[in-house]
């Protein structure tokens, strides 16, 4: 884990001026996500690699045991699993459009690039708690890997190619085909953009063709009290404070949030958490960082409301007044940001992986 990033500050810098010289924040320009180009034989690694238990260190889970396709990459729980003997103590995001993001984890405490998030997720030990010289051995014994490793023009199965092949994969996966996209919002969904662009002053935080700012605000969200009356999640979380280098990690009883990265003296940031995307949110309830709000009307109303208790919410959110026809469009809107499911071959690798694979017989020979 790292406990700063270079590009996270340079947002916060940028952030900070927009405050200090009085200029609002430009929303960014609302659209469709962008493609990027795919090495199709390196996506098609990482594909196997993302499915594949034998890289999480008891071979018991993967990748998508907590972004499974079906939950649009998610996986449907308010809080996630963890590595098989621990509970996790954060909802597990989607990963439909997160190649496009500017920082990752709900903290945004990565800043840097794909590649480390990858190598996080294998390596942290309440995630998939597996060593990476091991996992190089594993996948080297594997002839599947031998063929499609060096058919990605990565040579043999290496540690740094998994980081890579990942990422590449990650890229393939973007939203497509919302009613937003192709033109074919309901009036009430129309009606919905327009209170969020508007009135409902949504799009002060949820901007861009992700409709986020990658910026962590605090909107008062509850805390989850799952995570400190079950004491395997307990035991995450206290873990996961301490190695933050947060001093009374013993008595902490809310989630930090993005404040391990800015630290401020007053403690004005804590609670505040990286605006997320509102891309495909019909596959990914429950919400927020911990899973605490359940459906999308129970969010509406949760804004409608003037957001959660927090004394240092940020000041744009503000009870609405809205009717129950204006939050039902808003409601409406949300959905319609919602396209095709990712769950066909082209994202889903197809086959069981045998983890009693034979093993290639000259592997003593491999070079790295
Ligand atoms: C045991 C459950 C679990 C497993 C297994 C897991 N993840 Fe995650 N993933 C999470 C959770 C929970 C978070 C959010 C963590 C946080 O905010 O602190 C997350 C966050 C992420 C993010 C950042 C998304 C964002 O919007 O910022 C990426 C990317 C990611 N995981 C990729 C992977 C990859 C690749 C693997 C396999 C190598 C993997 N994950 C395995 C639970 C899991
Ligand atoms: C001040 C910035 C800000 C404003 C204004 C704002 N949001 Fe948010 N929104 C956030 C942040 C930050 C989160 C994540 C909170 C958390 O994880 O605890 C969030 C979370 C959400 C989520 C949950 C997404 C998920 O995947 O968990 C939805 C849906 C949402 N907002 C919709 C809206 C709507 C609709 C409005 C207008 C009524 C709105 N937001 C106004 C910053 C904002």
New binding site residues.
Partial sequence: MKKKTFSIAAIGMVAALGVIIGAPIQAQEFGPVPQADIDAAKAALGKR??FDPR??GDAA???????NPEKGFA?GLP?????PGSD????????IN??L?A????????GTN?ND??RE??TET???NMDMRLMQERIKQDPIYVEMFAAAGYGEPSNGSVRKA??EY?KTLTSRGSPYDTGLMSDSATRGFELFKGKAGCAECHSGPRFTDDTPHNTGAPENPEIWSNPLRHVTFVS?AKFMGISNYMNLRRDPGASIRTNLVDGSDIGTF?T??LRELTYTAPYM?NGMIGSLADVVAFYNDGGGEDPNMDARIQPLGLSAEEQADLVAFLEALSGDPLTSDEHVWPDKIDVNYKPIENWLDARN
Avoid: E
Avoid at 61 to 67: E, G, L, N, Y
Avoid at 103 to 110: P, V
């Fill in positions: 690699l993302f890289l999480s889970i993967s990748c998508s045991t907590c972004h996986d809080l996630a699993k963890a590595y996790g103590f954060r909802n597990a995001p989607t990963l997160a190649s993001k920082a990752w984890f709900h903290d945004g405490r990565l794909l998030v990858t997720s294998i309440y995630t998939m990942i990422p990650l996961f990286m997320p995307s960082h």
